[in-house]
């Protein structure tokens, strides 16, 4: 799927300046070399991918953290162990890759598909610099197997596995509603977003709550053969509660989140153990009893309200 340099800086959703012109005319120049090789020529995947690079680089303004890097110094789970790693290794690339040991990996994967590809830990600076600051993102995404939660529409698990938490997440939703407008090419301001939510039937807002999240992924998947998600229910967070299925049911859409992370937890402890061995299931009745009891909670306290009718 072509995207122009143009798209990009709507997605972006700041003033065009000399560095925003670069990065985007650098990006969607080296895109189509790599999109379909791993994964990212569907449309839903795609949109969120951008809405997160695009947060990572300061709205697509840089590909090396502002910051010195003193702070990462001696930071033994970045592999920083020398003196001067912090700084040497400060984060860069379009999803700010950080810390010797990172940059170690990426560099090692990078020689294993392309032959041209530099020593990062040598000349970490040349992961400013595209493609190698795309690769970068692409590398990571790709090792954290992040389409499979594209595929899922369940943008707080990319989130989380990029961030390690929910930092700027409102801006990632914003991001990605701008993305999704232009894949399905519309208008990506606000007034574009509002015409669409009318369109749909949803709250005519502006911004990208629970319910324009899920609609706009359906119709981005309908242009792609992955099949959409059918469950009826929300599958992000947000500040932004939308309509009247959640109407006076935050206490349980917030537990239904909550639900959501817990079941990540349990994926991971069976991607690290056999499906058969016991510690697995122990561990994963345990968590989804936890579970349950947050949801029950939440919806007593909520009032026992209907949300999804």
């Given amino acids: 799927m072509l995207v122009t340099a143009t798209d990009l ?6 003033k065009v300046t000399a560095s925003v012109k670069r990065i985007t005319t650098a990006l ?3 895109l189509p070399e ?8 569907q449309p839903h995947r795609l949109a969120i991918f951008l809405a997160q690079i695009a947060h990572e680089s300061a709205h697509f303004k840089t590909t090396t953290e502002y910051a010195s890097g003193a702070a990462y110094e001696g930071r033994r789970d970045l592999g920083n162990t020398r003196k001067g790693d912090g700084r040497r290794y400060k984060g860069r690339g379009l999803m700010q890759t950080t810390g010797r040991a ?11 598909q392309f032959a041209n590809s530099p020593d990062f830990v040598a000349n970490p600076q040349e992961l400013a610099k595209f493609p190698w600051a795309l690769l970068s993102a692409v ?10 939660y594209c595929d899922r529409g369940d943008f707080l698990q990319v989130t989380r596995r990029i961030n390690g938490g929910y930092n700027g997440l409102d801006d990632r939703y914003q991001k990605y509603g701008r993305a999704a407008l232009v894949l399905l090419g519309r208008s990506a301001t606000k007034a574009g977003l509002r015409a669409y939510q009318k369109e749909k039937g949803l709250t005519v807002d502006g911004n990208v709550g629970p319910q324009t999240f899920q609609s706009l992924h359906s119709s981005l998947q309908g242009l792609d053969s992955v099949p959409a998600n059918t469950s009826g229910k929300p599958l ?25 992370e817990v079941y990540a937890k349990i994926e991971e402890q069976q ?3 056999s499906s058969g061995d016991l510690l697995t299931m122990l561990v994963a009745l345990t968590i989804v009893a936890g579970a349950a009891f947050v949801f ?9 309200p209907k949300p999804w009718r």
């Avoid at 990172?102 to 294993?112: A, G, L």
């Avoid at 590398?139 to 499979?148: A, D, G, V």
């Avoid at 029950?296 to 026992?304: Q, T």
């Fill in 139 to 148: 590398f990571y995404w790709e090792s954290r197997n992040l389409n499979k």
């Fill in 296 to 304: 029950y909670r939440r919806w007593r306290d909520a009032g026992s």
């Fill in 102 to 112: 990172n940059t170690t990996e990426f560099s090692k994967w990078c020689k294993s």
């Fill in 236 to 260: 992000v967070k947000s500040g932004t509660v939308q309509g009247s299925t959640v109407a006076g049911g935050g206490g349980v859409y917030v537990a239904y989140n909550e639900a959501k």
């Fill in 28 to 30: 969607a120049d080296s």
């Fill in 271 to 273: 991607e690290q153990l």
């Fill in 34 to 41: 790599y999109t379909e090789q791993y994964g990212l020529d």
């Fill in 9 to 14: 800086q709507e997605i972006s959703g700041t």
